[in-house]
């Protein structure tokens, strides 16, 4: 031993050492637990947020009278989540899974809705659960109209992993032979009701370029091993004691906890990536434990980045070193840009006379979905790539002219009209000034570099949505329904919860930060499978696309490990 090594503790860091560290445990860090576990890693799991263990839901089985204030939030908790309250999902029922946004600023330079979890399992708790394949519509986008870099795979380099991905989560929709929108592994689809089957007829008798499907969601009609089927209680976002959809804590955690191989430390705010220069390979992470402020290091031979594609940009640009001057991996100068998110704002609705002897059981979890349309064969819109529609119908309280007591209950016993209401998400080009940085003159409360979001919806963008409220209108005028209201306000980024893109994916390590397998090009024993590394956003939801890039790019980590490559 020498002089300069004597004081060493390295009983405490091989303590601290494992086989691969994953940073965040929502959807993507989840599946990365799952499967470095099942190949034989001790995996050391590191979540920001506190500990939510299965099926423990603090609120999944209460009456809306046990909720102190009817599901309703208070002025306070606008206050201290003054983010997370713009955002539709944020409600008394549920508070306790969403970040405080006094305790953890952010800089606005334009309006970013940064919805956030700050639970173990995070946002796989709080998602919408839409699970839809992606086509080569998608990954050849940027690559025929010049928009991005080229994606550097296609859809059959993911198809297996797809099928792999949904056998595993249990996606319940149909077959509905849409090239641009790939059929998949199904449990048998809920179904529409009436009003919704007419909705479909009527849409699809006078457009020839128009379907209306059941939507696909990660909710259960069968049972899989360990889980219950969906209820139909539309309470998903409290945390489902069944397990009928698909969370981090309910599906992929169990499955890792099983092989004995992983360890779960809450309260793990990474500030930055290691990276050894002599080796030009990152060898672990920095760790503030959000409870004591105490910093400690984790130390692994790989690492896979999960953090949500926000707080991946800034743990990156924070990882600096010699060699990156500008952020771990960051010598294209891409780390941060090309933020993207979804668009939304569209609330269109309209009345449906008759079918006043029809009705509907349960509280359906999933919605119709009327598929991208536009620009599929042929450009035919004033602008790039597409949308989709969301909607459902639904009977509407009984009118009644009675205040209070018997009378009013009587009427409430009879449910009233038909409403049927249509929404709309579209896809956002990826902007190079679209980006993420930080600022080093002003300190967040764990004394990080203050994040800083520079991100809006442009042109393209607009033309989009304008379109999206002019169809609706249409559509609900073709069906045959009265009282049509629209109101179309573009929402602000990040409102959608599909933030992606600041560390793409591609073939150039020139113009991008990640290769074909989510390997970082310039840090081969980094991974990053959340929505970092999205090259273009698609108009259809990611989530099961993050599944399976994840699934794929932890056989190709393991695979290298093993040839001694990583």
């Known amino acids: 031993m020498t002089k300069d090594t004597a004081f060493l503790n390295t009983k405490s860091k091989a303590k601290n050492t494992y086989d691969a560290i994953i940073v965040g445990s929502g959807i993507s860090g989840g599946w990365a637990a799952k499967e470095l576990c ?43 989540h003054f983010v997370q309250s713009r955002h539709y999902s944020f409600r008394e029922d549920n508070k306790h899974f969403y970040m405080n946004d006094l305790a953890n600023p952010y800089t606005e330079a334009k309006r970013f809705d940064w919805v956030r979890g700050d639970v ?36 059959k380099d993911i198809a297996p992993w797809y099928d792999y991905a949904e056998k595993f989560t249990g996606i319940s929709g149909q077959a509905e ?30 457009y020839a370029d128009r379907k209306v499907i ?28 069944y397990g009928a959809y698909f969370s981090t804590n309910a599906s992929t955690m169990p499955a890792a906890y099983a092989t004995g191989n992983l360890t779960v430390r809450p309260h793990s705010l990474v500030n930055r990536v290691l990276y050894d220069e002599q080796t030009q390979r990152a060898n672990g992470v920095e760790v503030i434990d959000t409870e004591t402020k105490h910093a400690e290091e984790y130390y692994a031979r790989i690492i896979f980045l999960n953090a949500s594609t926000v707080a991946t940009a800034a743990i990156l640009l924070n990882s600096v070193s010699s060699r990156f001057p500008n952020g771990l991996g960051n010598g294209s100068d891409q780390v941060g840009r090309n933020l993207m998110d979804h668009h939304k704002g569209l609330s269109a609705a309209a009345h449906v006379d008759g079918f006043e002897d029809r009705y509907y059981y349960g509280r359906r979890p999933v919605s119709i979905l009327i598929p991208r349309f536009r620009n599929v064969l042929k450009k035919d819109a004033g602008f790039l790539r597409g949308y989709n529609y969301g909607a459902s119908a639904s009977r509407q309280q009984q009118q009644h002219e009675h205040g ?3 009378g009013l209950k009587e009427a409430f016993s009879e449910p009233g009209g038909w409403k049927i209401n249509l929404w709309a998400f579209g896809e956002c080009l990826p902007y190079a000034e679209n980006r993420i940085t930080l600022n080093h003159d002003k ?23 304008e379109e999206m409220g002019a169809q609706a209108a249409e559509m609900l005028e073709t069906a045959g329904f009265s009282g049509i209201t629209i109101r179309n306000e573009i929402s602000f980024p990040g409102n959608a919860n599909h933030e992606m893109g600041i560390a793409r994916m591609g073939r150039d390590p020139k113009t991008s930060v990640l290769n074909a397998f989510n390997q970082m090009h310039e840090v081969p024993n980094v991974f990053i499978t959340d929505g970092s590394c999205m090259t273009s956003g698609s108009c259809v939801n990611p989530s099961l696309t993050y599944m399976a890039l994840t699934a794929r790019a932890c056989d190709y980590a393991v695979s290298e490990m093993k040839k001694l490559n990583i």
């Open 214 to 241: 059941m939507g696909r969601t990660a909710n259960l009609t069968k049972p899989v091993k360990g889980r219950g089927l969906c209820m139909a209680r539309d309470l998903c976002h409290r945390g489902c004691p």
């Open 120 to 155: 173990v399992g995070g946002r796989s708790l709080l998602w919408a659960r839409a699970c839809y394949r992606w086509s080569d519509l998608d990954f050849e986008a940027n690559l025929q109209d010049g928009h991005g870099v080229d994606w550097p795979i296609r859809y």
């Open 177 to 206: 032979g849409i090239p641009h929108l790939p059929d998949g592994i199904f449990q048998p689809a809920f179904e529409m009701n009436a009003v919704e089957k007419h909705f479909k007829q009527k849409i699809e008798s006078a």
């Open 38 to 80: 099942e190949k034989g890693l001790k995996v050391l799991l590191l979540e920001r947020g506190g500990n939510v263990v299965h099926p423990d839901y603090p609120t999944a089985t209460k009456a809306p009278w046990e909720l102190p204030h009817r599901n309703r939030l208070t002025e306070e908790d606008k206050k201290q």
């Open 404 to 406: 209070i007591g018997a």
């Open 443 to 465: 300190k967040d409360p764990w004394g990080r570099p203050m994040v800083v979001i520079d991100c809006e919806f442009k042109e393209n963008e607009k033309a989009m949505h």
